[in-house]
């Protein structure tokens, strides 16, 4: 059974930085796709970033150059490195895995089957 759980989320002035993790257990899949998504109040969950297992990244252009993913296999972590913060990155924050598919292929949402239970990111002004 695959499992997500993410930290490090919390409350942050605008221009802050978070780093959200996620860590993955009962993954025995070779090839992967892993992503960070985020619901904000009122509107949809969006995908903001995403990395496979065959080095493909893709980036929601409202995070670009702000946010970084990245994982850490040593320690079955996802992370989700997030600096110059805004009010509008207000949101709950998911990890999601999708087995078998990589970034090249485009999955949407419903591609990926495990989630995390989401943790809250607040950006103040």
């Known amino acids: 059974q695959v499992r997500l759980i993410e930290s490090g989320g919390g409350s942050v002035q605008s221009g802050g930085s978070l780093n959200l993790s996620c860590v993955v257990s009962?993954?025995?899949?070779?090839?992967?796709?892993m992503a960070w998504f985020r619901r904000a109040p009122g509107k949809e969950r969006e995908e903001i970033a995403a990395l496979d297992t065959h080095g493909g990244l893709k980036y929601a252009d409202s995070v670009k150059g702000r946010f970084t993913i990245f994982e850490d296999n040593a320690k079955n972590t996802l992370y989700l490195q997030m600096n110059s913060l805004k009010p509008e990155d207000t949101a709950m924050y998911y990890c999601?895995?999708?087995?078998?598919?990589?970034?090249?292929?485009?999955?949407?949402?419903?591609?990926?089957?495990?989630w995390g239970q989401g943790i809250q990111v607040t950006v103040s002004s």
């Open positions: 009962g993954n025995a899949y070779k090839q992967y796709l």
């Open positions: 999601a895995l999708a087995q078998g598919w990589l970034v090249r292929e485009m999955p949407t949402q419903q591609h990926f089957e495990y």
